[in-house]
Structure formats: structure tokens, C-alpha cells
């Protein structure tokens, strides 16, 4: 199956690198797709399992999806998620 999520501080290529990296270590997970311009995550899965972990590590990475709570604390992971993404290019 293949899933579209709507994430929230998404900015730059830093943030694709790291959501990118992050999503393809997941188990059952492949085609990872990042569209910064849209804040968009696209990607293959098995089961609805394997879509809610990517939401969840998403989430735990400071990319919470839209209807998701965006605290000051994932506001600051996704500031450090981005810096290394950009690091690690």
C-alpha cells in the first residue's frame, strides 16, 4: 500500500534527509518520498502497522503529522533532526 502523510516542520532538505534516513530504517517500509514544498511524506507499506509506525517515529523526530499536536518540544527535535540531516548529506 502506499500512504501520504501531511507533517508539520518540515523546511528544508536537512528535514528530507533526516525523514528519509529515519523512515527507510523501519521494517516493511520502502519508496520513501519527501516533498518539502507541500510538507508531504510518501511511502510503501505492508500492513496498517507499518503506517503507524512511521507516523509515531515522525512524530518522535519533531514531524508530527498535521493533526497532530506541534509542542515547543517537537518544534526543538525537528530543529536538531534538521540541522543533522543537513550534516549528514
Request: hydrophobic share 35%.
Amino acid at each position: 500500500m502506499k500512504t501520504s502523510i501531511i507533517v508539520q516542520n518540515l523546511k528544508c532538505g536537512g528535514c528530507a534527509n533526516t525523514i528519509s534516513t529515519k523512515l527507510s530504517e523501519i521494517k516493511n517500509i520502502s519508496d520513501v518520498q519527501v516533498h518539502v514544498d507541500d510538507s508531504e511524506v510518501t511511502f510503501k507499506h505492508i500492513n496498517e502497522a507499518d503506517a503507524l509506525a512511521v507516523k509515531t517515529k515522525l512524530k518522535d523526530i519533531g514531524y508530527p503529522s498535521i493533526d497532530d499536536d506541534n509542542n515547543l518540544v517537537s518544534k526543538a527535535k525537528s530543529f536538531v533532526s534538521c540541522a543533522t540531516g543537513k550534516f549528514s548529506k
